[in-house]
């Protein structure tokens, strides 16, 4: 049973990482479809979106949730505090050493100052990972988001482009924060439908991120045509070494199989929606938001990758069991 479910994982984000790339293919050969219809202009349902994806978060999460700080403080520590130190001194590492325009790299640093990716509680059962640990590291990481992301991005980003720190906190606890708050609302007001809910608000998250890596694709045709293969190289890079060091960091703390894997999946994917979130309200989602737009295909392809290569070689040691398939996919 437990194998029938884990390929269904593993096929569902093979299909979710097929449609985001069939998205970036078409945006980049049609990218009328995805600028504006009318005078409508598409990079406006960025926001609406990732709000609409952030509370099926919510729905989905629950107190036991944070149950994980209690019963494992040290490892949820250590992988809140590897993810907000590894991945941003590597974007700002990578930004530099590539020479990108000032707002194509701080579309790096972005990327990489984001809190954990939406899809790493999947990715971390397919790869028979520590899920509660994967589960707590997301949603602490996520809810920091609003504090940690500005003092990063100002710190790190602020020679690139100019960062308010207060206006860009009060931008993420409206894209963040206000949407996953009225999920756990509403997760606690209509909880006999909870199974219905987690069925579909995983859906509507792939299809929500799916239809933002278009738009920005589009939006940022021109810039992606003339920095398009030496930005995925660096995207690329930051991804993969991303992985290998929040493996081995978690090693270093001397922690188990499981949750050395999870701390690695953790760290090396990002939420890429909330950073496209970000440099729309910058007003720059065609440079800045480049970095996060080609992230999420590369980062769901390697952990895809990395997952299944994992599931093939279960740890030595279990330190957690799991009974159920996480609802989160996007």
Same mark, same amino acid.
């Given at each position: 049973?437990?194998?029938?479910?884990?390929?269904?994982?593993?096929? #569902?984000?093979?299909?979710?990482? *097929?449609?985001?790339?069939?998205?970036?293919?078409?945006?980049?050969?049609?990218? /009328?479809?995805? @600028?504006?219809?009318?005078?409508?202009?598409?990079?406006? +349902?960025?926001?609406?979106? +990732?709000?609409?994806? =952030?509370? !099926?978060?919510?729905?989905?999460?629950?107190? %036991?949730?944070? &149950?994980?700080? $209690?019963?494992?403080?040290?490892?949820?520590?250590?992988?809140?505090?590897?993810?907000?130190?590894? =991945?941003?001194?590597?974007?700002?590492? +990578?930004?530099?050493?590539?020479?990108?325009?000032? &707002?194509? *790299?701080?579309?790096?640093?972005?990327?990489?100052?984001?809190?954990?990716?939406?899809?790493?509680?999947?990715?971390?059962? $397919?790869?028979?990972?520590?899920?509660?640990?994967?589960?707590?590291?997301? @949603?602490?990481?996520?809810?920091?988001?609003?504090?940690?992301?500005?003092?990063?991005?100002?710190?790190?980003?602020?020679?690139?482009?100019? $960062?308010?720190?207060?206006?860009?906190?009060?931008?993420?606890?409206?894209?963040?924060?206000?949407?996953?708050?009225?999920?756990? $609302?509403?997760?606690?007001?209509?909880?006999?439908?909870?199974?219905?809910?987690?069925?579909? =608000?995983?859906?509507?998250?792939?299809? !929500?991120?799916?239809?933002?890596?278009?738009?920005?694709?589009?939006?940022?045709?021109?810039?992606?045509? @003339?920095?398009?293969? @030496?930005?995925?190289?660096?995207?690329?890079?930051?991804?993969?070494?991303?992985?290998? +060091?929040?493996?081995?960091?978690?090693?270093?703390? #001397?922690?188990?199989?499981?949750?050395?894997?999870?701390?690695?999946? &953790?760290?090396?994917?990002?939420? !890429?929606?909330?950073?496209? /979130?970000?440099?729309?309200?910058?007003? %720059?989602?065609a440079t800045v938001g480049l970095a996060p737009a080609l992230f999420g295909p590369i980062m769901n392809t390697t952990g895809s990758l990395l997952a299944t290569y994992w599931s093939q070689r279960p740890p030595r040691e279990v330190a957690v069991e799991t009974t159920s398939t996480p609802q989160t996919a996007a």
């Amino acid at each position: 049973m437990k194998a029938e479910t884990n390929a269904k994982s593993s096929y #569902r984000n093979l299909i979710y990482t *097929a449609l985001i790339i069939a998205a970036v293919v078409t945006a980049l050969t049609f990218p /009328g479809l995805f @600028t504006q219809v009318g005078d409508f202009q598409l990079k406006r +349902l960025i926001v609406p979106l +990732l709000q609409i994806i =952030m509370l !099926g978060m919510g729905t989905t999460m629950a107190i %036991k949730d944070f &149950e994980g700080v $209690i019963k494992q403080p040290r490892a949820v520590f250590v992988g809140v505090t590897c993810h907000f130190i590894i =991945m941003p001194l590597l974007g700002y590492t +990578l930004a530099t050493s590539f020479d990108f325009p000032p &707002e194509i *790299a701080a579309g790096v640093v972005l990327i990489g100052c984001s809190p954990s990716g939406l899809a790493s509680n999947v990715m971390c059962f $397919i790869a028979k990972a520590n899920v509660p640990l994967s589960i707590t590291v997301t @949603t602490i990481s996520t809810l920091l988001a609003p504090f940690v992301m500005p003092a990063l991005m100002k710190l790190l980003a602020g020679q690139f482009i100019e $960062i308010s720190f207060w206006k860009m906190m009060l931008e993420i606890m409206q894209i963040v924060i206000l949407p996953v708050v009225v999920g756990l $609302i509403l997760n606690r007001i209509f909880h006999k439908s909870a199974v219905f809910i987690n069925r579909v =608000m995983p859906l509507v998250s792939m299809a !929500g991120i799916v239809l933002i890596v278009a738009i920005i694709t589009a939006a940022g045709r021109d810039s992606l045509l @003339t920095v398009g293969w @030496t930005l995925a190289l660096c995207v690329l890079i930051h991804n993969l070494t991303g992985f290998f +060091l929040g493996y081995w960091s978690a090693r270093l703390f #001397r922690m188990d199989e499981q949750s050395c894997r999870t701390v690695a999946i &953790e760290v090396g994917l990002q939420n !890429g929606g909330l950073a496209s /979130g970000i440099a729309v309200q910058l007003g %720059k989602v065609a440079t800045v938001g480049l970095a996060p737009a080609l992230f999420g295909p590369i980062m769901n392809t390697t952990g895809s990758l990395l997952a299944t290569y994992w599931s093939q070689r279960p740890p030595r040691e279990v330190a957690v069991e799991t009974t159920s398939t996480p609802q989160t996919a996007a």
